[in-house]
């Protein structure tokens, strides 16, 4: 980039500057930083501020974020009736609004203080609202037991993920603490972890079997992580992000005997959890993979467990709204968590969203077809549809390859990257996908993230997008990615 008002290159460099100790993620947490800096540049930059040059699109498309609003999907009509009668109660004296959108409104707007959703409430959340997800926890895991006063709602799921951390992270204990995670990795936990002074132990995910999770794997993992930090924790990713995959049962009980024999923590981030898509594919949640092992793991072993509806095909991340569901933690563990969770409850509105998501219209109810038609057909057949396109897509490329989606609300695939591509990335001070990336954004104005951002094998590179966009958003955007990606290759081969 030549414009000094788009001047990424610069930024990133730095990060490719840092010294990468083999259990220390601080390189790939200013990388990270470097490359959210990029997606904030990349959102309001113009083709004409582009090299000085006009391009051959007319905005830019940004499907760099987890984010299905900005990427162009509608927001659910009851979810956003609901609020904007919570907010405005005139609003219920008309007859613009269906009767179960007043009903559903007015029973939100009694368990507020005062009846009004600017008033404060308790620091774990509305006791009726806590309630709702109790029952929708015990309706999704087959009747297994759930508790209100187990569930924390939160200012986003990544909230109280870092609170939890907090938790079990001592930044003054030598060796430091260590937490297994995933590559690649939620980009956000890498940061926490840095912030926290927790050393992240890497196990990494067999692509070539569709981003499949190998016990050997783990303890090969916790092996490396002698004499180097004291691992407590190990953090699942199920649905994946970045890779798409689903575990299965056998897999998420595999993981469950090793953190019990290995007495690790588990926490168990399981925010996409409505987005599963593979024909096989089933989403099975960690706490019901638990108590259906039975005693005495399902006495013993902590988990935590993370739900939000910022994700998925809600996609409210604006409302920053979450909960955590605690298991099998020890009383005086839970008064201290009490206590962090006081900082700083989550918003009355995010509350609200979590009620409808959990207790979405049922058949009967006057917004209940609309409810159907969208949510249950549409949404779900359009990201059928943009999975089925992405693959094929992306597979047709010689230079790409792209794993089974099963779920989540990302692709992830491999490209391979010719040599004088990565020398020029190199030159400039750049890891190889980034520097793709940022071709990518300039000469066709769709905005990706690079893999280096998230973990990967030393020597490969990937792209990660989202693909819950309008399925004609993601036709113009293989459409974009196949032309550059043709003259890219032509240009470095």
């Known amino acids: 980039f030549h414009n000094s008002e788009c001047n990424f290159s610069s930024i990133v460099v730095k990060a490719g500057q840092i010294s990468n100790p083999l259990l220390n993620c601080s390189k790939m947490a200013y990388t990270v930083q470097a490359n959210i800096a990029m997606r904030d540049v990349g959102t309001w930059v113009l083709p004409q501020h582009l090299s000085g040059v006009r391009k051959s699109y007319r905005e830019v498309i940004d499907v760099s974020w987890g984010d299905p609003h900005r990427a162009g999907v509608k927001p659910l009509s009851f979810v956003r ?240 709204t979450g909960y955590v569901e605690l298991v099998n933690l020890d009383p005086a563990v839970m008064k201290h968590i009490n206590n962090l969770f ?51 897509v992306i597979n047709s490329f010689p230079d790409f390859s792209c794993q089974p989606l099963e779920g989540g609300a990302f692709a992830f695939p491999r490209v391979f990257l010719p040599p004088k591509a990565i020398e020029r990335a190199k030159e400039a001070g750049l890891q190889p996908d980034t520097f793709y990336c940022l071709r990518l954004l300039e000469e066709a104005g769709v905005l990706f993230s690079p893999g280096t951002e998230y973990g990967q094998k030393e020597g490969t590179y990937h792209i990660r997008f989202c693909i819950m966009t309008p399925t004609d958003t993601m036709e113009e955007i293989l459409r974009r990615l196949s032309a550059f990606h043709e003259q890219f290759m032509k240009e470095f081969s």
């Open 81 to 320: 009736q609901v609020l904007a009668a919570c907010l405005y109660p005139e609003l219920m004296d008309g007859d613009k609004l269906m009767v179960d959108v007043k009903q559903r409104a007015q029973r939100l707007l009694g368990t507020c203080a005062g009846g009004s959703v600017g008033s404060y409430c308790a620091t774990a959340g509305i006791p009726q609202i806590l309630q709702s997800i109790s029952q929708y926890i015990m309706r999704r895991d087959g009747g297994v037991p759930c508790h209100p006063e187990n569930i924390y709602i939160s200012p986003g799921s990544q909230w109280a993920l870092t609170n939890i951390l907090k938790v079990l992270v001592n930044s003054e204990a030598s060796p430091r603490t260590g937490v297994l995670i995933p590559v690649p990795c939620h980009s956000t936990t890498i940061i926490s972890l840095t912030t926290l002074g927790a050393v992240a132990v890497p196990y990494y995910l067999r692509e070539e079997r569709g981003w499949a999770l190998e016990m050997e794997e783990l303890q090969r993992a916790l092996d490396s992580a002698k004499g180097v930090c004291n691992p407590v924790a190990l953090y699942m990713i199920n649905p994946g992000n970045p890779a798409g995959y689903v575990q299965s049962r056998k897999s998420i009980q595999e993981v469950i005997r090793f953190a019990a024999e290995k007495k690790l923590f588990l926490l168990a981030d399981e925010v996409y959890q409505d987005c599963v898509y593979g024909k096989e594919s089933e989403f099975v949640s960690y706490k019901r993979a638990l108590a259906e092992i039975g005693a005495p793991l399902s006495d013993s072993v902590e988990l935590a467990s993370f739900h939000t509806a910022s994700k998925g095909l809600m996609g409210e991340c604006g409302l920053r």
């Open 342 to 392: 006081s900082t700083n409850s989550c918003p009355i509105l995010g509350q609200i969203a979590l009620d409808v998501m959990v207790n979405p219209p049922q058949p009967g109810d006057p917004s209940y077809p609309l409810y159907l038609k969208v949510r249950h057909f549409y949404l779900p057949a359009s990201l059928a549809q943009n999975v089925r396109r992405v693959e094929e």
